[in-house]
């Protein structure tokens, strides 16, 4: 029996992902099941414009002969990632379309903010969809993944990871929600779908049931002169057709980040290939009168951005708001910043030297 993950994030940016695939791959090993995970965001899949795709031909060789596929995937902004909603669009052509009909699912969706629930659901309907089932699933925070540390934790997530496990050595199959519509099928150059059967009408039938109606003699009076008029104006030679109006486009001019939101952005640029064995919390203060107080917790590949004040952090950068964007900006590394007096650090001073090589702006 074999199982297959799709998950659908960078290493090291995915709220803990590698740790929650960790006990799926360990707990359906232990009993005796194949498993592969496809991660889809290394996959680079091209977006679906309803054209089979070779990258896609691929992963359903792939996934040919799996009894159950795992989905799993951070949401932000209450939806699955990018990649992996790319994925799922394909699942609308006709020939990727048996790639989860019937089979048993697993979804997971991990989240810092609320939101893991909406994605969650994203994910079944279209599963449901696509004639899968979505036997199990599963919505965690951020402070839940890193509870899994614990047995008692731990355990809860191993149990619902044997309740799939039980249902696919059953075969088990649920009955589809009423509501869940197959996904749509039709390609560039399928025929189109059949014509509406209601009654369609030429000019002739239209004209014929206009003139059945009972109209007062202003009404019909107006008619016939705008009649004419229109007439005339098709006769006149020379007649440029009038462009419609349209208003005129306003420049769009890209909103700039505060030095907060560029702070609150530093997970999506952390290079985890060098933080291996790391475990550290670099705390922020940031004055003037953009000034705010955050940190950084970094455990090995995973980096999470938290707002306040930390109680131990291991290093501690002091500056103004306007160095901070400078250094965010890439203007100049935070170590040389700190060369020229610029911001100021206390505690292990090394770590400065690392958050140089961890974090890449461009």
Not at 333 to 338: G, N, V
Not at 346 to 351: H, I, M, P, S, T
């Given at each position: 029996?074999k199982?297959?993950?799709?998950t659908?994030n960078f290493?090291?940016a995915?709220?803990?992902?590698e ?5 799926f791959a360990?707990?359906l090993?232990e ?7 496809i991660?889809?965001?290394?996959e680079?899949v ?6 089979p ?9 792939r996934l ?6 795992v989905l799993?995937s951070a949401s932000?902004l209450a939806?699955?990632s990018?990649v992996?909603q790319?994925?799922l669009?394909?699942?609308?052509l006709p ?12 979804l997971?969706?991990l989240?810092?903010r ?6 969650l659901?994203y994910?079944s309907?279209t599963?449901?969809?696509a004639g ?5 699933r599963?919505?965690?925070?951020g402070?839940?993944?890193?509870s ?5 934790n731990?355990e809860?997530l191993?149990?619902?990871?044997e ?5 696919l050595?059953q075969?088990?199959r649920?009955?589809?929600?009423a509501?869940a ?16 059967p209601?009654?369609k ?5 239209v004209s014929e049931?206009?003139e059945k109606?009972s109209?007062?003699e202003?009404?019909?009076q107006?008619?016939r ?9 098709l006769?006149e030679p020379?007649q ?7 208003r005129?486009?306003?420049?769009v001019?890209?909103r700039?980040?505060t030095?907060?939101q560029m702070?609150q952005?530093?997970?999506?640029h952390?290079q ?8 550290a919390?670099?705390?922020l203060?940031?004055s003037?009168?953009k ?6 917790t970094?455990r090995?590949?995973d980096?999470e951005?938290h707002a306040g004040k930390h109680?131990?952090?291991d290093?501690t950068?002091?500056?103004e708001?306007d160095?901070?964007e400078?250094?965010l900006?890439n ?8 060369m ?5 650090v ?6 400065l030297?690392?958050f140089d090589q ?5």
């Open positions: 029996m199982v297959t993950a799709l659908g290493p090291g995915g709220c803990g992902m740790a929650v695939m960790k006990i360990d707990t090993t009993l005796g099941v194949e498993w592969e995970e991660n889809l965001a290394l680079q091209p977006y679906c414009d309803g054209a795709a070779r990258k896609m031909d691929d992963l359903a060789a040919e002969g799996s009894a159950g596929i799993a932000d939806a699955p990018a992996l790319t994925f669009e394909y699942l609308g020939e990727y379309q048996p790639l989860l009909r019937e089979k048993n699912c697993l997971v969706c989240s810092q609320p939101g893991a629930d909406a994605a659901a994910l309907r599963v449901q969809a899968g089932y979505d036997t199990v599963a919505a965690l925070t402070a839940q993944v890193r899994l540390a614990e047995q008692e731990r809860i191993e149990k619902q990871v309740d799939f496990y039980r249902a050595r075969s088990r649920f009955f589809l929600p509501g519509e197959p996904l749509p099928a039709r390609t560039a150059g399928q025929p189109a779908p059949a014509e509406d209601r009654e009408l030429g000019y002739a039938e049931k206009l109606r109209y007062s202003r009404q019909m107006d008619m002169e705008l009649s004419q008029f229109f007439a005339q104006k006769e020379g440029e057709t009038a462009e419609p109006f349209t005129p486009a306003e420049p001019v890209p700039a980040k030095v907060r702070t952005s530093l997970p999506r952390f985890p290939q060098f933080s291996q064995g790391l475990e919390v670099i705390q203060v940031i003037g009168t000034g705010f107080e955050s940190y950084l970094i090995g590949a980096c951005y109680q131990t952090p290093v950068i002091l500056a708001a160095v901070w400078d250094v900006k203007k100049y590394t935070a170590q040389k910043a700190f020229i007096g610029k911001l100021k206390r505690g292990n001073f090394v770590l030297t690392k961890m974090f890449k702006f461009e």
